[in-house]
């Protein structure tokens, strides 16, 4: 029986995270797919689902979930042993989870901030017609953060700590997004991508 409906873009989005976490996650699912260039994501039907008319939203349990972190942070939840996050019989518990919390939260501010600022600009044709240099300002806050994010990568395979978590889904993400938008990556940025990609449990295309 599948017990989790995802809706989706026709095209990538951050979906694609919650996708890679049900497979990681060994989880039965299905997913409906939205074209968003026929605004299918304003329908009532899809608007009765998610009032705010965006994807990822998961129902479960005849309940509706949104935010792409926070359904992978659910869905770990129900999962017995908690893969995707650190376990509480692990030595430094909390600073292990600090660790995944931090990671996080650095690249939600300090990298997807101007990300999706940069990509309004340049995919979405400015629609709220962005000051001229707004996007060099953008990338160039990008440029200084990128060394502290691929800095956590020298010493440990995962970007969060010695294991796989759903930081590495995140920054898998973000990374890949911002190659789409032509910002270059660290070579090790490049490697890093690679070798999650290279795992069982990606989603394949």
Same mark, same amino acid.
């Given at each position: 029986?599948?017990g989790?409906?995802?809706?989706?873009?026709?095209?990538p989005?951050?979906?694609?995270?919650?996708?890679?976490?049900?497979?990681?996650?060994?989880?039965?699912?299905?997913?409906?797919?939205?074209?968003?260039?026929?605004?299918?994501?304003r329908?009532?039907?899809?608007?009765?689902?998610?009032?705010?008319?965006?994807?990822?939203t998961?129902?479960?349990?005849?309940?509706h979930?949104?935010? %792409? +972190? !926070?359904? =992978?942070? $659910?869905?770990?939840?129900?999962?017995?042993?908690?893969? /995707?996050?650190? *376990?509480?019989?692990?030595?430094?518990?909390?600073?292990?989870n600090?660790?995944?919390?931090?990671?996080?939260?650095?690249?939600?501010?300090?990298?997807?901030?101007?990300?999706w600022?940069?990509?309004?600009?340049?995919?979405?044709?400015?629609?709220?017609?962005?000051?001229?240099?707004?996007?060099?300002?953008?990338?160039?806050?990008?440029?200084?953060?990128?060394?502290?994010?691929?800095?956590?990568?020298?010493?440990?395979?995962?970007?969060?700590?010695d294991?796989? %978590? +759903? !930081?590495? =889904?995140? $920054?898998?993400?973000?990374?890949?997004?911002?190659?789409? /938008?032509?910002? *270059?990556?660290?070579?090790?940025?490049k490697a890093?991508?690679?070798?999650?990609?290279?795992?069982?449990?990606?989603?394949?295309?």
């Open positions: 029986m599948i989790y409906t995802l809706y989706k873009y026709t095209h989005s951050r979906a694609e995270t919650v996708v890679w976490a049900l497979q990681e996650l060994g989880l039965d699912y299905e997913t409906k797919e939205l074209n968003a260039y026929k605004f299918e994501q329908s009532p039907e899809f608007l009765a689902i998610n009032p705010f008319g965006k994807v990822p998961m129902t479960h349990d005849g309940k979930f949104t935010e %792409s +972190l !926070a359904i =992978i942070e $659910y869905l770990n939840d129900l999962h017995p042993d908690r893969p /995707l996050t650190p *376990s509480h019989n692990d030595d430094n518990y909390a600073e292990k600090y660790k995944l919390r931090q990671v996080i939260s650095f690249g939600m501010i300090e990298l997807e901030s101007y990300v600022i940069l990509t309004k600009i340049k995919v979405l044709d400015n629609y709220e017609n962005w000051p001229e240099g707004t996007a060099e300002k953008c990338i160039t806050n990008i440029q200084n953060a990128l060394p502290i994010a691929t800095s956590w990568l020298d010493s440990q395979e995962y970007i969060a700590g294991r796989f %978590s +759903l !930081a590495d =889904i995140y $920054y898998h993400h973000l990374f890949n997004w911002l190659k789409m /938008l032509g910002v *270059s990556l660290p070579e090790q940025a890093y991508v690679k070798r999650l990609s290279a795992r069982e449990n990606f989603p394949k295309k």
